[in-house]
Every structure is written in structure tokens, then in C-alpha cells.
């Protein structure tokens, strides 16, 4: 089992010296996190958010996701992180219960804390270009609200099919980024919504052409159409100058890009990690 333990960093220094194994430090720190067993959990929902059919249903996804891809995608819950930085916080859960498969570690954790209202993003590896900056916000755009509305369970599962989604596009040779995000999908109201003022302009076009068909009697659009041919006779006519006015415009500037790609920082244990993170 996924275990949390903190030992200071002088005992920490003895047990490295000594050549004691198992616990790994971590620098400018005082906490220290490791795993009894590695890869044994890939949901830790210390924050019990939810029950066990749904822990169970939920572990089983992540697993077929990772062991299918060669990615470890975990899920993190935490009550409070007393004072952490969310970003460093899962950077650091991720390096010190050793995640990561293949050669370069390559994998995502998801965290989310409770107390802060606080959830972050932590990629390594090959997971690094999957899951750019871009598609990192396309995701939790698609998923965030289910935390907000409580329905963790629903939240978590979107994380994971949207993980599944992104490596299958990853191994297209072209990862989703600002130029290629998925399509949205449009919900069923919308759809409806649609529909019904469709029909509403349709409606008002037909009613209004067999209105005008109605009407023998029409305003003339012109007020010379009122004048008596001949009536009026112009002996001296001329333009008089009154006055000009000119407009200007900003030539618009072109915005960047952006480029897309994946920004990265380095952890406390000095890996490389890619990653967002915002509340909920």
C-alpha cells in the first residue's frame, strides 16, 4: 500500500551514508515521500473522496491505461498540503514513489487537495510532449467542472479516458497541440437550442413574404415618387463645400502564436517535469 512518510533530513543523510535503502531524500526540504511498494497504487486517494467500488473501478483504468501505453497515469488526493506548493508537491510525489515506466519514466499524475481547492498537473518523460501545454488546459477544461460540482468519481474517470485519448493521438507522430486540439463535441441541449431558433428564423422568413404578398398598398421609397411629373423646374443649381472628416484606423498587429510545445521546470530531486496547475 501507497504510503506518505516524513523523516528529517539528518536522519535521512545517516540512512545514505549507512547505505540504508527504501527512503529517498528530498533537498530544501523537510518532507520526504516514498513507497513501500512501487507501483502497487496508482490511485492514492488519501482524502477518501471515494467509495470503494469506485476506487476499484477507477485503479482498474489507470492500470489498463499505463500498462497498455507504457505511461503511468495516477491520480493523487490530499486533504490539505499545509503550505506546499501543489506544482512542487506532485513533482516530488511523482519522483519519490519512483512512477514512471520505460527508460525515460515517462508518466502523468494528476493531484487535487481539498483544504486549497488547488489542482495540478505533473508530467515526466516521453509524457512531457504528450500532454502539452495546450492540451493540458483542453483537458482539464473538459474535466474540472465534474470536481467542482463534487463528482470526483466522473472527474477522474474523464482524466483518465482524456489520457487514453491523448497517447493514442501522441503515437500519430503529431501530439495534440494549440493547432490540432480535439474537436468539441456539442452537447445535446445545444443541439436542441439550435434547432428550435433554426426554426424560429425559418418560421418568421415564410410568415413574413406572406405578409407581404398581402399588402396591395405600398410606401414609396423615394419622395421624388410623390411629385407630379413636370412640377417642379430647377433654373440654377450648385455644390457648396462644407466640411470634410477623416477616420483613422490602427493597422491591427499580428499576434503570435505561441508556438504550442510543452513548458517545463525542473523538481527538487532535479528531474525535468512539465505541468499546470489552478483550482477547482
Same mark, same amino acid.
Given at each position: ?57 477507477? &485503479?482498474?483504468?489507470?492500470? %489498463? ?6 505511461? =503511468? #497515469?495516477?491520480?493523487?488526493? @490530499? +486533504? !490539505? ?14 519522483d519519490y514513489n519512483d512512477y514512471g515506466m ?61 489520457? &487514453?485519448?491523448?497517447?493514442? %493521438? ?6 495534440? =497541440? #494549440?493547432?490540432?486540439?480535439? @474537436? +468539441? !463535441? ?95
Amino acid at each position: 500500500m501507497l504510503k506518505k512518510k516524513i523523516i528529517p533530513v539528518f536522519l535521512a543523510s545517516v540512512l545514505t551514508v549507512s547505505g540504508t535503502t527504501g527512503f529517498v531524500t528530498e533537498a530544501f526540504s523537510e518532507n520526504v515521500y516514498a513507497a513501500e511498494e512501487v507501483h502497487t497504487e496508482r490511485l492514492a486517494d488519501f482524502a477518501d473522496l471515494l467509495d470503494d467500488g469506485q476506487k476499484e473501478e477507477l &485503479e482498474a483504468k489507470l492500470d %489498463q491505461v499505463s500498462e497498455d501505453y507504457g505511461c =503511468d #497515469v495516477v491520480v493523487v488526493t @490530499e +486533504e !490539505t498540503l499545509d503550505g506546499a506548493v501543489p506544482q512542487d508537491y506532485a513533482d516530488d510525489f511523482f519522483d519519490y514513489n519512483d512512477y514512471g515506466m520505460g527508460e525515460d519514466k515517462s508518466g502523468i499524475l494528476f493531484l487535487i487537495t481539498m483544504s486549497e481547492r488547488k489542482r495540478c498537473i505533473s508530467t515526466h518523460g516521453e509524457a512531457i510532449q504528450i500532454f502539452t501545454d495546450a492540451g493540458q488546459e483542453y483537458m482539464t477544461d473538459n474535466f474540472v467542472s465534474y470536481l467542482s460540482d463534487g463528482e470526483y468519481y466522473e472527474g477522474f474517470m474523464k482524466f483518465a479516458d482524456l489520457c &487514453e485519448e491523448f497517447i493514442i %493521438q501522441a503515437q500519430s507522430g503529431e501530439p495534440y =497541440d #494549440v493547432e490540432n486540439l480535439p @474537436e +468539441e !463535441t456539442i452537447p445535446f441541449y445545444m443541439i436542441f437550442l439550435i434547432s428550435l431558433v433554426v426554426g424560429f428564423v425559418i418560421a418568421l422568413i415564410v410568415t413574413g413574404v406572406m405578409r407581404s404578398r398581402m399588402k396591395t398598398v405600398h410606401m414609396k421609397p423615394d419622395a421624388a415618387d410623390y411629385m407630379k411629373d413636370g412640377s417642379l423646374h430647377i433654373n440654377r443649381s450648385r455644390d457648396i463645400f462644407l466640411y470634410h472628416q477623416v477616420t483613422r484606423t490602427a493597422k491591427p498587429k499580428e499576434e503570435s502564436s505561441g508556438g504550442g510545445g510543452s513548458s517545463t521546470h525542473t523538481s527538487s530531486s532535479g528531474e525535468t517535469h512539465g505541468g499546470s496547475s489552478g483550482s477547482f
